[in-house]
């Protein structure tokens, strides 16, 4: 073999040896983080109808990859824990926590805050305690004995506040109801006090309106017994782990998208959210409401 021969064959056999140790430059380029084939992966928490949650959120993760240039992938987590678990292992990238869920995130995982909800200009909500119209229970005490619905165990509208609310009021709440269930989700929880399969149930302050959409009678056929303190409002957090530069561009792109026509109306259709702000201390209260209930993420079954 000629000298020119050998020496080409030992220039494409390095080139052949690089390729395999760090692979070809559009290999590593399609595995990085935000490409088609290695998707920023956002989780949502199924605190309605998880298919309708699914569509808005599918046209949110496009929305998004349209402003930021990363590919963006949705899907809705089983139950409020799952959605915790599932940044913390890694799963996912971004999760759309509840209140509650985000403390206990943030505890175990350690997981960055982007943004926090704002709905009607307001950065926090109530939970409330809802009944039939024509139920006989006029004040908390009344629902001694009676059969009581909650949404998930995470759900801090839905569960730790109104049981808090209780206890302020000297009420024990592990004792106090003939029949406690968690019904999955907001929805759920209305539609079992219309079905009577409860006699009161605990959502957030608005999600009446939501059944309101296919059911209109719901205004007239409930009534608000009682309400909670006031809420921070839910988040959208970040894997730890997670490229600084990819969570600004989302954090970036997830408020112009709050901003943008198309964009506002996913947002409002899916949690009913008007704006994405910036604020971490709102969430002491909550954190206070999990040491007083001494909840955490062993115990939410």
Not at 25 to 54: C, H, R, T, W, Y
Not at 118 to 147: A, C, H, M, W
Request: glycine fraction near 6%.
């Amino acid at each position: 073999m000629c000298r020119f021969c050998e020496d080409m064959f030992r220039l494409l056999s390095l080139s052949l040896l690089l390729c395999l140790l760090i692979g070809s430059p559009s290999a590593v380029e399609a595995s990085k983080k935000g490409s088609l084939d290695n998707p920023v992966k956002m989780i949502f928490v199924p605190s309605g109808d998880s298919q309708a949650i699914l569509t808005e959120g599918s046209e949110i993760a496009d929305l998004l990859s349209k402003k930021t240039g990363l590919s963006v992938k949705a899907k809705v987590a089983t139950s409020y824990a799952a959605a915790i678990e599932a940044i913390g292992a890694n799963k996912v990238d971004i999760a759309w926590l509840a209140t509650f869920s985000y403390v206990l995130a943030k505890e175990k995982y350690d997981v960055d805050l982007l943004l926090i909800v704002s709905r009607f200009g307001s950065p926090t909500y109530r939970g409330q305690i809802i009944v039939k119209e024509d139920s006989n229970i006029k004040t908390l005490n009344d629902l001694k004995g009676k059969r009581m619905a909650f949404v998930d165990p995470a759900s801090t509208s839905g569960h730790i506040f109104p049981k808090t609310l209780l206890l302020s009021k000297g009420i024990s709440p592990e004792k106090f109801f003939s029949k406690s269930v968690f019904a999955g989700s907001h929805n759920a929880v209305i539609f079992s006090i219309l079905k009577g399969e409860v006699d009161a149930g605990a959502t957030y302050d608005d999600a009446r309106a939501a059944v309101a959409k296919g059911y209109p009678e719901v205004y007239k056929q409930t009534r608000v017994l009682a309400y909670t303190k006031d809420i921070p409002n839910d988040t959208v957090c970040a894997s730890k782990d997670l490229d600084p530069v990819i969570k600004e561009k989302i954090k970036n792109g997830l408020r112009n998208l709050s901003k943008d026509p198309k964009g506002s109306i996913a947002l409002k259709r899916i949690y009913g959210i008007s704006e994405l702000i910036d604020f971490d201390a709102l969430f002491d209260p909550v954190r206070k409401a999990r040491r007083l209930l001494k909840l955490d993420s062993k115990n939410l079954k």
